[in-house]
């Protein structure tokens, strides 16, 4: 595993994502629960709410472990408080929209 961020902190992922049957998808950010937590939940795109109101279907691990599966997220990282988007793939670039505007951030 490549170590992308020092000290980059916990995040809460979707196990979907963690075991490859799901790919990242939304990508939101919270305040952080403790000193550890940075804030960035991750759900995949076949998470529903019946999978997502299950506490043993997300796990907690380290940003870099969700970044060795989607280097993508590397660009987000710095994102503030608040931020929810969501990631596609358009003529082979991937690129994050913000959830509520539809508009392209990075």
Do not use: Q
Request: glycine content about 8%; hydrophobic content about 35%.
């Amino acid at each position: 595993m490549k170590k992308w961020i020092e000290n980059a902190g916990g995040c809460i992922v979707s196990k979907n994502i963690i075991t490859g049957k799901g790919k990242l998808k939304w990508c939101v950010r919270e305040e952080s629960m403790n000193e550890i937590d940075n804030g960035w939940r991750f759900f995949s795109d076949i998470d529903n709410d019946e999978f997502l109101s299950r506490l043993d279907h997300m796990c907690i691990c380290d940003f870099n472990t969700v970044a060795n599966i989607e280097p993508a997220i590397l660009s987000i990282y710095a994102c503030e408080v608040g931020t929810d988007i969501e990631l596609i793939e358009k003529d082979g670039e991937k690129v994050f929209l913000d959830s509520t505007t539809g508009e392209k951030l990075y």
